[in-house]
Every structure is written in structure tokens, then in C-alpha cells.
């Protein structure tokens, strides 16, 4: 749910928003008299605020200034503000369902965009500071097995931490960053890539997969204080820069970077919005940490991912019309994804897409 205010002066958007981010536990209708679900409590809320400034021309005023030869340049800054002070807590041996929290995050975000002639360069890096009072959510106590601490990461990330791996105050330092570089030729026809992304990973962290949840910090014994910092940055999972590794696997980019060069080329492309081709990218990818994959190795693996894409000219604007693609990827795994004792064998993944585009 989001409240927000958004406005054009002189060629500059200015945005400010408040939104409630998570009301935190909710009490569903069967569990209530009523039968109408019921926020438990309002502590346990996660609002976030937001203030933003881009200088961002529209696609009509770009492209008449790409024709006659000039750069457009693209630009923006974005702040978010993000506070908790309570946490559910779902665990059977605690007496209440909530945690003092008192999480605070500061989110600055800057983009720049270049666009001239056939030439695209796009920027974005972000960086979150903050805090988290009681010290960082424990991932599992009195065991560094491999084994061990990847299945009760799957189990503290289903039901909450039970418990702490520091004192005092857990910091979050977290650092992403994403480039895409784009150049087309021949009529726009061929097109050259070459995209890149860094999200920063932690040394007492296990494992990059989302089911893992890579806040939880690794303790060798009972009491043991820890990394007191929570640096994995975790891209949003819409952002997608493979088929199998980062987007079905790890289901986003976290902890890691890649490199990915691409080419395609469109046998069909005119004005009226017909368009046939296809493309192929090579996807290199490694953990940001090594300490914190499951084999101990930066090292995560190569992709080759292929694509064949096609689109009418039915709908009543050039874009507009029946749209149909078809993918396959082939991973091959380093040793960076190699569980202890079993090592990973390459994966293949089939896709295809239908539809009609508006």
C-alpha cells in the first residue's frame, strides 16, 4: 500500500511516497470471530519513505533528439527510509509472538542513462546502511557442518530467527551495482551487449539461494559472537540476467557477479512492428565471497542461454500484436556450487512464451 505524490517541474520529476511496506502479523479470518483477518499489532509494521529527483526526457523528445544526432541523457536519484520495530518471532519455546527489532535502513539509489545514435549505456548502484538492535539473526549454533546449516537455514527462513549469533548492534552494509551496454547496428538490425551486476556477499553468511536466506549469520558454539554485519545484497527477483543460475536457482542475483556479452540479430524488423530474430548470451558468474557458497569456491559457473523471438504487426500501434519466444539454457557448474560430497552435474531449461502485446 503506497501513498504518493508525484510531479513534473521544469523538466525534473520530483516523487515522495509513504508506503506500508509489511503489516507484519496478521491474524487470518478463520482464526478471528469476525471472519475478516485482523492486523495482530501495529509495532510490527515496516514503513518505508521515499523521495526521488530524475531528469528523464520522453521516448517522442528522444527520439527526434537521437535523429538529429545528439546524446540524451538520462538521470536520477532515489532515497528510501525504512523502520521495524518489532519482529514476529513463530517459535514454539518463545512465550511471545514478538521481538524488539528495531531495524532502521538508509537506501540511496542513484541511474544515469546515455543514449546516442546506436549506443546505450545504463547505470544503477545502490547501497543500504543500517542497523538492527540485539545483535544479527543466528543461522545455527554449535555446528559448522556444510550439511547442517543448510537445512536450518531452510527452516529459519519458513519461521523466523529464534535467536541471536551477536551482541549489541547488527549492522546491515550492503552494496549493488548493474550496467548494461547496448549497441545496435544495421539498421538496428544487429545488436551487440554486454551487461554486468556486483551485489556484495558476506563471509559468515552460507549459501546465495533465496530459500537460504543469507541475513542469518554461521556461529561455531552457544554464545559465540559473530560477524556483527549483514552485507549480502540481493537484487529484485524481476531483474533477470540468465535463465537457470541467478533467476530458477538462486531465484535473483545475490552475493555474487556476472558478466554477460550477447549478440542478436533480427531477420525481420519495419516500422509497422513485425519483428523476427534471435539471440545468444553467455552468462559468467561468480560469488562475491567465497567463504559463503557450498563449496568453498568463488567460482559459480558458465551459461549459454539462446533465444528465437517473434512479433505481428496485428494491433493498432507499431508494438502492438502477437508475440511468441522460445529459450533454451545450458548451465555448466564450477566448483562454487559443489555440495559437500556431491558435486553439481550441468542443467538445461526449456522455455516458451505466448502471447499478445499491448
Known amino acids: 500500500d503506497r501513498l504518493m505524490g508525484i510531479t513534473n517541474l521544469a523538466g525534473f520529476y520530483l516523487m515522495a511516497a509513504w508506503d506500508w511496506a509489511s503489516e507484519g502479523d ?15 499489532a501495529q509495532n510490527d509494521d515496516l514503513d518505508a519513505y521515499t523521495l526521488a529527483v530524475a531528469r528523464r526526457m520522453d521516448e517522442a523528445e528522444q527520439q527526434s533528439a537521437l535523429l538529429r544526432g545528439e546524446a540524451v541523457f538520462n538521470y ?11 519482529q514476529v518471532v513463530d517459535d514454539n519455546d518463545s512465550e511471545f509472538n514478538f521481538t524488539r527489532l528495531n531495524k532502521t535502513e538508509y537506501v540511496p539509489d542513484i541511474w544515469a542513462q546515455l543514449r546516442w545514435q546506436g549506443l546505450r549505456v545504463e547505470f544503477e548502484g545502490t547501497y543500504t546502511a543500517g542497523s538492527i538492535e540485539g545483535g544479527c539473526p543466528k543461522l545455527v549454533v ?6 547442517a546449516a543448510v537445512s536450518k537455514a531452510a527452516e529459519l527462513s519458513e519461521r523466523g530467527s529464534p535467536g541471536r549469533a551477536t551482541n549489541g548492534t547488527c549492522k546491515l552494509r550492503q552494496f549493488g551495482a548493474a550496467l ?7 539498421d538496428e538490425r544487429l545488436g551487440l551487449y554486454l551487461y554486468s551486476g556486483f551485489a556484495s556477499g558476506d563471509s559468515n553468511a552460507y549459501g546465495l539461494a533465496a530459500t537460504n536466506d543469507p541475513s542469518f549469520q554461521r556461529v561455531g558454539s552457544e554464545g559465540a559472537i559473530g560477524n556483527r554485519t549483514i552485507s549480502t545484497y540481493q537484487f529484485h527477483p524481476d531483474y533477470r540476467v540468465d535463465l537457470i543460475l541467478w533467476r530458477t536457482l538462486m531465484q535473483r542475483v ?9 549478440v542478436s540479430y533480427d531477420f525481420i524488423r519495419d516500422p509497422y512492428g513485425q519483428l523476427a530474430g534471435g539471440r545468444v548470451d553467455i552468462v559468467y558468474s561468480r560469488a562475491s565471497v567465497a ?5 568453498g569456491s568463488g567460482n559459480l559457473g558458465l551459461e549459454m542461454d539462446v533465444s528465437l523471438y517473434y512479433r505481428s504487426e496485428d494491433g493498432p500501434d507499431p508494438m502492438d500484436g502477437f508475440y511468441g519466444l522460445v529459450q533454451w539454457g545450458v548451465l555448466f557448474p564450477f566448483q562454487g556450487l559443489n555440495l559437500p560430497g556431491d558435486d553439481a552435474t550441468s542443467a538445461m531449461i526449456f522455455r516458451g512464451v505466448a502471447g499478445i502485446a499491448y
Do not use: M, N
Open 291 to 295: 567463504d559463503q557458497t557450498w563449496g
Open 254 to 262: 545475490a552475493g555474487g557477479y556476472y558478466f554477460k556479452p550477447g
Open 76 to 86: 536520477g536519484v532515489y532515497f528510501v527510509y525504512r523502520d521495524q520495530l518489532l
Open 26 to 40: 496478521v491474524r487470518p479470518g478463520v482464526a478471528t470471530p469476525s471472519g475478516v483477518p485482523i492486523d495482530t
Open 142 to 147: 554449535e555446528s559448522t557442518d556444510r550439511d
Open 180 to 186: 548494461e551496454t547496448e549497441y545496435r547496428l544495421f
